[in-house]
């Protein structure tokens, strides 16, 4: 069960992977790379500070700490568990892939990208439920999807990436609630 599993999940990655163009290049590097989105995650702050006012330790102490727990449960516990080689370094794919840019690490699963990403996305869609966190969902969706586009995912690495960003976000999210009702009880 398991082998056809990952024969689709490479057969899905293989046509993914091969529909890129010379104008998506760009635009997908730039969708990866984590230090151009500090602007963003600057504004989301100051976007919590005007939601909450001298209130902004809860949320702001609850997103560091989903997207502490969406990297360390990929890097640190997936990735060298299931060792799972990235496209990019798996010899059997070869020629068959389009790689862009530089193929980091050995390891894939899960994707790490995917999880902070939908971690982040996910904490505002359940706080706020607004246009501006459904565009933040479509946000992630492109940043995840870039790592297959790329080279350095499979899908199945994007899917269980973000389902741990959306649990960890939901589970966190709703531990904040909890405890910020229990603090205004007392």
Request: hydrophobic share 50%; glycine share 8%.
């Amino acid at each position: 069960m398991l082998e056809w599993v990952l024969e689709l999940d490479e057969k899905i990655f293989l046509t993914l992977n091969g529909l890129g163009s010379p104008y998506l290049d760009t635009f997908m590097i730039w969708m990866s790379d984590k230090y151009l989105w500090i602007p963003l995650y600057l504004y989301l702050i100051f976007r919590l500070y005007q939601q909450e006012g001298k209130k902004l330790l809860w949320p702001l102490i609850t997103l560091i700490i989903v997207i502490i727990c969406t990297d360390q449960t990929t890097a640190g516990f997936m990735k060298p568990y299931f060792e799972r080689l990235r496209p990019c370094k798996d010899p059997d794919l070869g020629d068959l892939i389009v790689i862009i840019g530089e193929c980091r690490g050995k390891f894939g699963f899960a994707s790490g990208h995917a999880a902070n990403s939908f971690g982040l996305a996910a904490f505002f869609y359940f706080k706020e439920r607004s246009f501006f966190s459904k565009g933040l969902l479509l946000w992630a969706a492109v940043v995840s999807y870039s790592r297959v586009y790329l080279g350095v995912h499979y899908p199945a690495d994007i899917l269980v990436g973000t389902l741990v960003g959306v649990f960890w976000a939901y589970a966190l999210y709703t531990m904040m609630k909890f405890f910020r009702l229990r603090a205004k009880a007392y």
